[in-house]
Structure formats: C-alpha cells, structure tokens
C-alpha cells in the first residue's frame, strides 16, 4: 500500500483482494499518515522560530538568538537572508517540503549571520559545527540543478562583507564559492 501526490490530487494503491471497507479503512489511515508526514515538511513561522532556537542551542552553543524567523515568498534567487541589525531571518518558501536536515541547514546558515555577518573561515567554521552541512549543500545543489537553472560562481571569499547595516544577500550557503544560485523559480 501507498500514497503520492498527483499535482492536487492524492493516489492511493491498496491491494485488490481488499473488502471495501477495507479498503476504506487503509485509504483513511494512508491519508492520515500523508498528511502528518506533509506537516511536518511544512512548519510554520512559529515552528521554524522554535526549530531556530533549538538548532541555535545545539550548534552556535546558544549564542544566536533570532527575533523573528519566518517563510517568505519573494526570494528567487536565495534560500534563506537575515538582517544581523534587528535579528530577523527570512526562508524562501521553496525549502517548503524539502527535509527538515536541509532547511536546518539554510537556518544554521542564517543563525550564524546573526553571529558573523560575512563569509570568512569563521563564519564556515560556525556552519560547519552543523553535522549535515555538506551533505544538505549538496541536496540543495542537486535541486538547482534539476531546475535547469544556471550555475553562477560566487565572488571570491572576502568580496561578500556586507556593507554595515545591510540585510545579509543570499550566497548561495557554500563556502567554496561554487555553489549555484538561483535566478528563477
């Protein structure tokens, strides 16, 4: 037995030698399962402002300590900014759905911003007590380039000190500079 998603619609396989109320019973209980595992992909502003908490106790050893952390739909070519200045983090909505390892990642990334507003080895090094880091650079990696969206190279390591009390710009959350941001979606 299983569930996906068909565009709008929901597609559940049961076996045919089912009884219909069988039947009706596990399509019930699939999509429940469905719905809470779609839940739990998708949390809210709240949620994301206590997973960013969290992840800021476990890694930045508590030291980021966000105003607001919410879901945005106007980043196109970022997953994730924050404002260092009033402490307010911002997803893009794309990373809806994605794993929760992954969008850690993008917050671990901005949380660390609330620390070091640049790119240097000490902000990496901050990113990189994430134990996940590389691996969800390369989960977002990959769905940039399912996209067919162009890579664009980074400026050089250095050339992304924000100017003082500017919104942080969307990197592309890879310290090598190679990591593609994108332009569309």
Request: glycine share 8%; net charge neutral.
């Amino acid at each position: 037995m299983s569930a996906y998603r068909d565009g709008d619609k929901v597609v559940v396989m049961v076996p045919s030698r089912l009884s219909k109320a069988e039947e009706e019973q596990w399509v019930a209980t699939i999509l429940e399962r469905l719905a809470e595992r779609e839940r739990r992909r998708r949390p809210t502003d709240a949620d994301l402002q206590a997973r960013a908490r969290d992840l800021s106790r476990r890694y930045l050893a508590g030291r980021a300590d966000p105003v607001s952390v919410r879901w945005v739909a106007n980043q196109r070519t970022r997953w994730g900014s924050c404002t260092p200045d009033d402490r307010t983090i911002r997803l893009s909505t794309r990373l809806r759905g994605m794993p929760a390892w992954v969008v850690d990642y993008v917050l671990v990334h901005e949380l660390a911003h609330l620390l070091i507003p640049g790119h240097g080895a000490d902000f990496w090094e901050l990113v990189g007590n994430y134990p996940k880091a590389d691996r969800a650079r390369g989960y977002l990696e990959g769905v940039a380039a399912a996209a067919h969206l162009p890579l664009e190279a980074d400026a050089p390591e250095g050339d992304f000190e924000p100017e003082p009390r500017r919104m942080h710009h969307g990197d592309g959350l890879h310290p090598s500079g190679e990591y593609p941001r994108e332009v569309a979606g």
